[in-house]
Nanobody, 124 residues
Framework: QVQLVESGGGLAQPGGSLRLSCTAS????????MSWARQAPGKGLEWVSG????????VYSDSVKGRFTISRDNTKNTVYLQMNSLKPEDTARYFC?????????????????WGQGTQVTVSS
C-alpha cells in the first residue's frame, strides 16, 4: 500500500532553515507528482509546493515563493522541502502528498494520499 513518511521537522528560529524529507513506498514514485501542504493550528490545509514527476516543473504558493525549494530524488523515492528565511507564520504541521498523475499543482483535489506529517515550529 501507499506509504508516505515525513521527517525533518523541529524548532527553528525566525530567519533559520529546515529541510523536510518524505520517503515514499508502495507505488512507482518516479511517475507521480508530489507536493507539500501544511496546516497551522486552527486553520485549513494549505498547499505550498508541488513538483512534477521528473522534476521538470515546480510550483509554489505566494506565501513561500522565494524562500522554499522543493526537490526530489527518484532513485531514493524521496521528496524534499528546503525551507529558508523561516517566519513564525510558517509554524504548521507539514504533509507530503502523492498526486493522481505526473503533474505538479497546488490543488488538493489532485492528490490522493498523504502522510502523517511533521511538525515545524518557528519561534525565538
Amino acid at each position: 500500500q501507499v506509504q508516505l513518511v515525513e521527517s525533518g521537522g523541529g524548532l527553528a528560529q525566525p530567519g533559520g532553515s529546515l529541510r523536510l524529507s518524505c520517503t515514499a513506498s508502495g507505488f512507482i514514485f518516479s511517475t507521480y507528482g508530489m507536493s507539500w501542504a501544511r496546516q497551522a493550528p486552527g486553520k485549513g490545509l494549505e498547499w505550498v509546493s508541488g513538483i512534477y514527476s521528473d522534476s521538470s516543473d515546480m510550483v509554489y504558493s505566494d506565501s513561500v515563493k522565494g524562500r522554499f525549494t522543493i526537490s526530489r530524488d527518484n532513485t531514493k523515492n524521496t521528496v524534499y522541502l528546503q525551507m529558508n528565511s523561516l517566519k513564525p507564520e510558517d509554524t504548521a504541521r507539514y504533509f507530503c502528498a502523492k498526486a493522481h498523475g505526473s503533474w505538479a499543482t497546488l490543488f488538493r483535489v489532485d492528490y490522493d494520499y498523504w502522510g502523517q506529517g511533521t511538525q515545524v515550529t518557528v519561534s525565538s
